[in-house]
């Protein structure tokens, strides 16, 4: 066995389990039945080997992405010139084959002005990270590592390749996905890749929006997005895309209600409570305090915030317009943001008021959101219980069940066309919901009432 860095090969059987895996080893099958070298490559041995599920599996080969595609039938070239192609490979799973490269001159904090390409141990030392760069050879049952990653594997660190800051400045986003695979993985963050992080972080303005996006949603839905988040703003990570999330360190809040601390605290505390990958709910977990530190105010001694969540709602449509988010996330997540402090008055609401609450197309995601937040401050659960009881209570029946008169039966006493039809229609659908109408004929004796009334 060689040392790391110039050709380590470890005999690990890395049997293929995952869909993904079987359809990469047919792919390298038939590439190695060709003449050519061809390996799984990247997370996805990384995680077979630390025993995580598999989902996609890349291909790196010594054939030329025009061979590529005269081997296999159907193919799809995203990115010729970087060697790229996608196969479509068995039951439907699409494979990323990509030739050894070499980069070199990268302008724009991306992309490379030229690619060569190259051999495997030149491929493996153009990666991100150590336990990134890891190559599985399936027929031989070996993994080959030719820069230690799987040295730091086992001592559980993300360590980038090289020079760290030549590193980044080939992806700035690779800052951003240091910090996703340490929190993720669980792992330390090699100090010289740390280091070299902050006096670049500012050069994140020059990747696109939508990358940015996409990296923080996978933080904020994985195993540990309190980890990533705190490490975020450590190393000044926030300052350019999320300067208003970065704000909130600092912001002190009443101990009477929030004993955790301040209001990037208790935000960080909501983070380590998320349960799944709901990213709608994540992202307003991550905003839901966002419109604290505009609105504070010292009243008697005290930190006062009014009108919060209004105007975190407004805050956190622009942090999300200015991250291209998807309008259907941008919406869900102004909702949740700028109703999340109704939550604290429900057992105060008339019933037609809480029937619309819990008819909310976010309620079940809103409801979750207030469990968290009150488990990360006062602890407090009586409206939270009490939620679930009128849940329990609507069970049988529509939360919003269909009105009991119409528009046509509004005519029909004799009250013309205009805006009065709809205001004798909402406080009909009022009188429903509170529990007054409870049937088709109560309602229309009270529609007749409301004529001889004028």
């Known amino acids: 066995m060689t040392s790391p860095g110039s050709g380590t090969s470890r005999e690990i059987p890395l049997p293929a389990e995952a869909p993904a895996e079987i359809a990469a080893d047919a792919i390298i099958a038939h590439l190695t039945g060709a003449g050519f070298t061809a390996y799984r490559v990247g997370g996805s041995v990384r995680d077979r080997l630390l025993g995580r599920a598999v ?180 190393l000044g990570l926030l300052d350019y895309w999320l300067p208003e999330v970065a704000g909130m360190r600092g912001v002190t809040q009443s101990p009477d209600f929030h004993p955790e601390g301040d209001v990037w605290t208790h935000t960080l505390l909501l983070l380590r409570k998320l349960r799944g990958t709901d990213r709608e709910l994540a992202w307003a977990a991550l905003l839901h305090d966002v419109g604290k530190p505009p609105t504070l105010e010292l009243r008697d001694g005290r930190e006062r915030f009014p009108n919060h969540a209004n105007v975190g709602g407004e805050i956190a449509g622009d942090i999300l317009r200015r991250l291209h988010a998807p309008r259907k996330l941008t919406d869900a997540v102004i909702d949740m943001v700028g109703n999340h402090m109704t939550f604290m008055h429900v057992q105060q609401m008339r019933r037609s008021t809480l029937r619309r609450l819990l008819s909310r197309p976010t309620f079940g995601q809103e409801l979750e959101l207030h469990r968290i937040d009150c488990a990360a401050s006062n602890g407090f659960t009586d409206n939270y219980q009490f939620l679930l009881d009128r849940l329990s209570e609507f069970a049988a029946e529509p939360v919003l069940p269909p009105p009991l008169i119409n528009g046509r039966d509004v005519l029909a006493v004799g009250i013309g066309e205009g805006p009065e039809i709809g205001r004798v229609l909402a406080e009909a659908q009022e009188q429903q919901l509170g529990g007054n109408l409870a049937s088709r004929e109560e309602a229309l004796e009270w529609l007749r009432a409301q004529v001889m009334a004028k």
Do not use: C, W
């Open 55 to 234: 989902h996609e599996v890349d291909v790196a080969t010594d054939a030329p992405p025009e061979i590529v595609q005269r081997v296999f039938p159907k193919t799809f070239a995203v990115g010729a010139a970087f060697g790229v192609v996608i196969v479509h490979g068995d039951e439907g799973v699409d494979v990323e084959v990509a030739t050894f490269r070499t980069e070199s001159g990268y302008a724009d904090g991306r992309h490379p002005r030229h690619v060569t390409f190259s051999d495997a141990p030149t491929d493996a030392t153009r990666r991100d990270f150590t336990v990134n760069a890891l190559f599985y050879d399936p027929a031989e049952q070996v993994v080959i590592d030719y820069v230690g990653g799987l040295s730091d594997l086992r001592k559980g660190i993300v360590r980038a390749i090289g020079d760290p800051s030549m590193r980044f400045a080939e992806d700035y986003l690779r800052m951003l996905r240091a910090v996703r695979f340490t929190a993720s993985l669980g792992f330390e963050l090699d100090p010289a890749t740390r280091g070299a992080i902050p006096s670049l972080a500012d050069r994140l303005r020059h990747i696109s929006a939508e990358r940015v996006l996409k990296e923080l949603s996978r933080m904020l839905t994985g195993p540990a997005p309190h980890v990533a988040f705190a490490d975020l703003a450590d």
